[in-house]
């Protein structure tokens, strides 16, 4: 059972400003950019960084252990005191604001931290150490961001309107990908200079990153106003709870969670096994498979002056297709899935622009899967594409593979959350409820199921979800008082299966790649080498998780 909620006090009303609703759907959503920069950026250049200056595979794969530890302790904890601050300018967006400043600044520490312990007079193994901890410190400051952007969403919008807003998280999701890795394969040294944002390309994608998110966080921190909660009803505010108390409430929860929502997390859980090692080195594999099998003479391991860009460069490539895929499907699964099996089906009427292109993929109502139908067949493909991993000898066989992957990618960012996000809102009508000025109910965003607003001739209009204590007892609730704990308990179920790959991987490298890479750690004599011959340890990683 969820917590008890009890005479709750509220002030203000979520507003969302925009003249249309897709451009306020996409205002409220567009933080999300910023944080695929991020999470891009790691994705892509950090594995070939840390190579790059030494470290042997084994150990890496005990370094991004951050990832599951930050997402396990930070997201259900910043969730739950956020679910209970009481600030002037809401629950979420201070958490935003706050943890974007510390993306920054730890971007700008990894990319020149080279440059800084030299300037120290450190060497390698003190660059190793920085980069290492800056990583840990990295990946639970962006989870704090992460949490908060998520649960923004549910709590801005109604019950009837989470879906659409989940598909809308995932498209820019993964236009945020198709972003970050179109920088990542462009040669930035040859097209920005060598001095403006630094003279690498890692320490420029680094800084790109960080201006992206502190752009996409400040759009949407300016475009959405949040009510504000005067008073959470228990004998303390949660500003004032103890750590130990929010750990227990939290243990509580998680022990005792609905089955519909229990059921969400077990799929989630499963399917980020897979997840895991594909995220984090699908990038470096391909780069790899192009050094060992594909370069040309001039740019083998041996002669090329700088195999992390080479590396991160193909890597991105391969990933550009990747994101086009997830980002292609993400705008048309709304149109040919079913988002609800109890109740009317939900499939919103496309925008006037795109009817002719989705007027052909539109399917009979029989023929449409429901969403956690849908989730399972990408489960599926998704596994049966990573099966052929460890045979790969070609750039362009291990970029159809990681292509395919945006297709189960893009189903299951937007079903995970839209499931969630529907049943956190259901639960909501059953809480009981105290208004401050005004109740919880929420009025409908709009009269229709239509994706695009009508064209008015009026100026443009801020998006108010008014609390009415007088609201009709049929229109749906959407407090989303629970959101930040429930959506943290969602992410337990994403990292815990993270250190399953974790121990996955430790074994795999140790077993098969257990030196240095030859591709990346030029600097080490050829007998602290790895061998390249053989099966590819990545991609044995890759076929055990599917």
């Not at 759009?219 to 004032?240: F, I």
Request: aromatic share 10%; glycine share 10%; proline share 7%.
């Amino acid at each position: 059972m969820p917590p008890p909620s009890t005479s709750a006090t509220w002030t203000g009303h979520p507003r969302i400003r925009g003249a249309s609703e897709p451009l306020q759907l996409f205002l409220l959503t567009a933080s999300l950019i910023g944080l695929q920069f991020c999470w891009g950026t790691e994705m892509t250049y950090c594995t070939p960084f840390l190579l790059s200056l030494g470290l042997s595979k084994s150990s890496l794969s005990l370094v991004w252990v951050a990832g599951p530890l930050s997402g396990l302790i930070m997201q259900p904890v910043i969730g739950m005191i956020s679910d209970r601050w009481t600030g002037r300018w809401g629950r979420r967006r201070p958490f935003m604001v706050g943890g974007t400043v510390g993306v920054v600044v730890l971007l700008g520490v990894l990319g020149w931290c080279e440059g800084l312990v030299g300037a120290f007079g450190g060497g390698r193994g003190a660059t190793i150490v920085v980069a290492v901890v800056d990583i840990f410190v990295l990946d639970f400051v962006i989870n704090i961001v992460q949490s908060t952007c998520r649960s923004l969403i549910v709590d801005t919008l109604p019950v009837e309107k989470q879906q659409l807003g989940s598909a809308w998280a995932s498209r820019l999701t993964g236009l945020g990908h198709l972003m970050v890795y179109a920088v990542g394969s462009l040669d930035l040294v040859a097209l920005l200079g060598p001095t403006f944002l630094g003279d690498t390309q890692f320490k420029k994608v680094c800084a790109i990153a960080a201006l992206a998110i502190a752009v996409a966080q400040g759009v949407t921190c300016w475009a959405v106003s949040e009510r504000v909660l005067v008073s959470s009803g228990t004998e303390k505010d949660g500003s004032s709870k103890s750590a130990t108390t929010i750990v227990k409430d939290l243990y509580k929860t998680t022990m005792n969670l609905p089955p519909p929502i229990q059921a969400i997390c077990w799929v989630q859980f499963w399917s980020w096994i897979g997840w895991f090692p594909f995220l984090f080195y699908s990038s470096t594999w391909v780069g790899e498979i192009y050094m060992r099998y594909d370069a040309p003479e001039q740019d083998s391991p041996v002669s090329s002056s700088d195999a992390l860009s080479d590396v991160g460069r193909v890597g991105s490539r391969a990933l550009i297709v990747f994101a086009f895929v997830s980002f292609a499907f993400s705008i048309l699964l709304p149109y040919i899935a079913r988002t609800s099996d109890d109740g009317p089906p939900y499939t919103p009427r496309p925008p006037q622009s795109l009817e002719p292109i989705l007027k052909g993929v539109r399917l009979p109502s029989s023929w449409k899967p429901t969403l956690p139908a849908a989730w399972m067949i990408a489960n599926v493909l998704f596994a049966i594409t990573m099966v052929f991993a460890p045979v790969v000898h070609s750039v362009h066989f291990a970029t159809i593979l990681v292509a395919i992957c945006g297709l189960p990618w893009s189903i299951g960012g937007w079903a995970s959350f839209a499931l969630m996000g529907t049943e956190i809102n259901r639960l909501s009508t059953s809480l009981p409820q105290s208004q401050g000025h005004g109740a919880s109910s929420y009025r409908q965003l709009s009269t229709t199921d239509e994706m695009e607003m009508t064209s008015d001739p009026s100026p443009p209009r801020t998006l108010h979800l008014r609390h009415d204590s007088e609201a009709d007892a049929d229109v749906h609730t959407s407090t989303g008082e629970l959101a930040g704990v429930y959506l943290g308990i969602l992410n337990l179920y994403t990292t815990l299966p993270q250190f399953v790959g974790t121990g996955i991987s430790t074994i795999v490298f140790s077993i098969l790649e257990p030196g240095k890479s030859p591709e990346l750690a030029q600097h080490a004599p050829p007998e602290e080498h790895h061998s390249a011959e053989g099966v590819s340890g990545i991609g044995v990683c890759l076929f055990i998780g599917a």
